[in-house]
């Protein structure tokens, strides 16, 4: 769970608070702070879901570049890997510019005998029902998941609108006798909306990692249950890997970047736990935080926080990681890794567009070394 979560839930206790002490209260100014911290605690909720892992501003200048000069690409230059649509695009516009048509209509369009632009309404519904329909009529799988995650996404949305209304009505005074089983599906309703949204945006299976997955021999993971958020699976090294492509974020230097997940099952039957990410901020001073045992030391493992309940397995199998020219750098995005019972995580953020031979040099390397953790 990184710092956004750990921020988000208590504010949205607080808000919830705030709404209820509202609702005891002649003043409104309770009820729009208690909404823009709800506000709040939403973004840092669903935006958590974008959010890599503590450790990713690290500094990239370290690494496989050399001392000086012009920082070189860690991997060499790719377009990325060529994703082949199921629906065709004029399905998406199609669909798209009807709900666009339809939102128009809602905002500036006239009325119809008292009704609420019943046209505008069917225009976005019918959009959206449209292109969800050529996704599950021409769509493999993973693109039906994905379609029925986004819908599960946006029905959240809507709960999350529909409790804030009944929450600002609370406020208000409305439901006046009824006001605690109405503020608790409220609140309930606004929980179960995030969780959805949270869902419906996280476990979406990107097209670029499925290809990438076949072009190295892996199938197309199922989506949720044991293989949780990751596009491919297949075996490297003996090991059982899987892996998720975040694609598309560009920096500010606007250099093209993407994400990379890695899972590699181990046996681990030793029970070794270990956690390794960039030096914090205050790892000059020698303050740093983990629940596990600090390993100082570590060969080759210099500005790296190491944490492992035992020791001498860490210094044993970690230097040759990094011996030569090796992905667990910063100029190959290496942000963190960590390893509790069977489960070998490991994080990226890779320059340049997805492409199978990065995504194959790196999981080359952690799969090698999640083996060695036998």
């Not at 496989?64 to 230059?77: D, H, I, L, R």
């Not at 029925?148 to 406020?171: C, E």
């Not at 030569?324 to 320059?351: H, P, Q, W, Y």
Request: proline residues 5%; glycine residues 14%; contains cysteine.
């Amino acid at each position: 769970m990184n710092i956004f979560r750990k921020l988000g839930f208590p504010l949205l206790f607080l808000s919830l608070a705030g709404f209820n002490l509202a609702r005891y209260s002649d003043k409104m100014a309770l009820s729009y702070v208690s909404m823009a911290v709800m506000l709040l605690a939403m973004g840092f909720i669903v935006g958590s879901a974008f959010v890599r892992p503590d450790g990713d501003d690290t500094d990239r200048g370290a690494s496989a570049g050399g001392a000086s000069g012009e920082q070189k690409p860690f991997f060499s230059p790719s377009p990325g890997v060529s994703v082949a649509r199921s629906v065709p695009a004029w399905v998406y516009a199609a669909g798209g510019l009807s709900s666009a048509f339809g939102t128009a209509l809602f905002l500036v369009g006239p009325e119809v005998s008292g009704a609420p632009r019943p046209l505008s309404l069917l225009l976005v519904s019918g959009g959206l029902l449209f292109i969800l329909a050529a996704v599950l009529v021409h769509g493999g799988p993973a693109d039906r998941r994905n379609a029925w995650r986004g819908a599960v996404a946006l029905a959240s949305l809507l709960t999350i609108i529909g409790s804030f209304i009944v929450l600002m009505l609370l406020a208000a005074g409305s439901f006046y006798h009824h006001g605690g089983l109405y503020g608790f599906l409220a609140g309930a309703g606004v929980l179960a909306g995030m969780g959805g949204a949270y869902y419906g945006v996280k476990y979406q299976q990107s097209a670029e990692g499925r290809a990438i997955g076949r072009e190295l021999g892996f199938f197309d993971a199922n989506g949720g249950g044991s293989d949780g958020i990751y596009d491919s699976k297949g075996i490297m090294n003996g090991v059982e890997t899987l892996f998720n492509v975040e694609p598309g974020d560009v920096e500010s230097r606007a250099v093209r970047t993407f994400g990379l997940d890695v899972l590699c099952r181990c046996p681990n039957t030793s029970g070794v736990r270990l956690s390794v990410k960039r030096t914090g901020f205050l790892g000059p001073l020698g303050i740093s935080f983990g629940v596990l045992p600090l390993i100082p030391g570590v060969e080759r493992w210099d500005f790296y926080d190491v944490r492992c309940d035992q020791p001498e397995v860490a210094a044993r199998l970690l230097p040759g990681a990094r011996r030569g020219e090796n992905v667990f750098c910063d100029g190959a995005g290496f942000i963190c890794m960590s390893l509790e019972k069977t489960e070998f995580k490991f994080s990226f953020r890779v320059e340049g567009s997805p492409a199978t031979e990065s995504v194959r040099r790196i999981l080359q390397e952690t799969s090698r070394l999640a083996a060695l953790f036998s």
